[in-house]
């Protein structure tokens, strides 16, 4: 557990993708801040799984059920919330992902070699359907929600950037892709949004095993794969990254008090992994 200590006392914090592994503990360890909790998910169970979890610690919190490629599902709910805890004082884009209709088998193409699933055959709305996650479910939170922190003191947006922003990884150029998209984005918004007080930074995370892409780094039998062998050999800390491990940077970051000269910012998460090139 991260020892920083953040206070939000009375503001209401938006999160999208609060159900996943990052977002959701993100929003637990920051249920005893004093802040209110809107955890927006499509899966809205998975949301109203943290929002006990936090609670359960004393917070604030309640689950709502949103679609961040639908501006109208976003409107609908930033009223409930308005209704139910105040206007938006941060925002936390979480939501995204990859998906397999987005990802090959093979990680470079090699003459003579034939693969079922190679960058040929991927399927377009597969690669529309992550770049639309990532980058669509960012930008739309985004109109709707800072709207109204304009004029409001100590409002921030925190997006969820990724090591393939800095560096593209093999067999996912769609994911790569949007993330990059997202790290751009963060940096347009921190310039558009300075007039008016509203910071913009966001977090890349290095390598920290989820439910998306545990297929990518184990095997059934709980062996590592070869992509896992490449993944640690470039990660000078050796080592997988503990979702805790990200609480301190997201403090910082939302905190007014200890970053408010900072915006624009895209902060590696990652064992020394963009550091490192390889020798």
Wanted: glycine share 12%; proline share 4%; net charge negative.
């Amino acid at each position: 557990m991260s020892k920083f200590v953040l206070d939000l006392t009375d503001k209401v914090v938006v999160i999208t993708g609060a159900g996943g592994v990052i977002c959701g503990g993100i929003a637990t360890e920051l249920a005893t801040s004093g802040a209110k909790f809107a955890l927006l998910d499509l899966n809205v169970d998975a949301a109203q799984v943290i929002a006990d979890a936090i609670t359960e610690k004393g917070g604030v919190a309640k689950a709502y059920k949103a679609n961040v490629l639908d501006r109208a599902s976003l409107q609908e709910v930033r009223d409930e919330v308005v209704k139910d805890f105040g206007t938006c004082d941060i925002l936390i884009n979480g939501a995204g992902g990859n998906n397999p209709r987005a990802t090959t088998e093979n990680e470079v193409c090699e003459p003579g070699k034939i693969y079922e699933k190679d960058f040929f055959s991927l399927d377009e709305s597969g690669v529309r359907f992550v770049f639309d996650l990532n980058y669509i479910g960012a930008f739309l939170p985004t109109q709707v929600f800072a709207k109204d922190m304009i004029g409001k003191e100590g409002c921030s947006i925190l997006n969820i950037s990724s090591m393939n922003a800095f560096t593209p990884l093999t067999k996912i150029p769609a994911y790569s892709a949007a993330k990059a998209a997202i790290s751009n984005f963060t940096e347009w918004l921190a310039v558009h949004f300075a007039p008016c007080g509203i910071r913009v930074n966001a977090i890349a995370p290095g390598f920290f095993v989820g439910k998306q892409n545990r297929g990518l780094l184990f095997n059934p039998d709980g062996t590592p794969t070869a992509r896992t062998g490449k993944i640690l050999a470039g990660t000078p800390m050796n080592r997988f990254g503990e979702i805790p491990e990200l609480f301190g940077a997201v403090k910082l970051l939302l905190s007014s008090e200890d970053a408010g000269f900072i915006t624009g910012v895209v902060l590696p998460v990652d064992g020394g992994f963009h550091a490192y090139c390889g020798v």
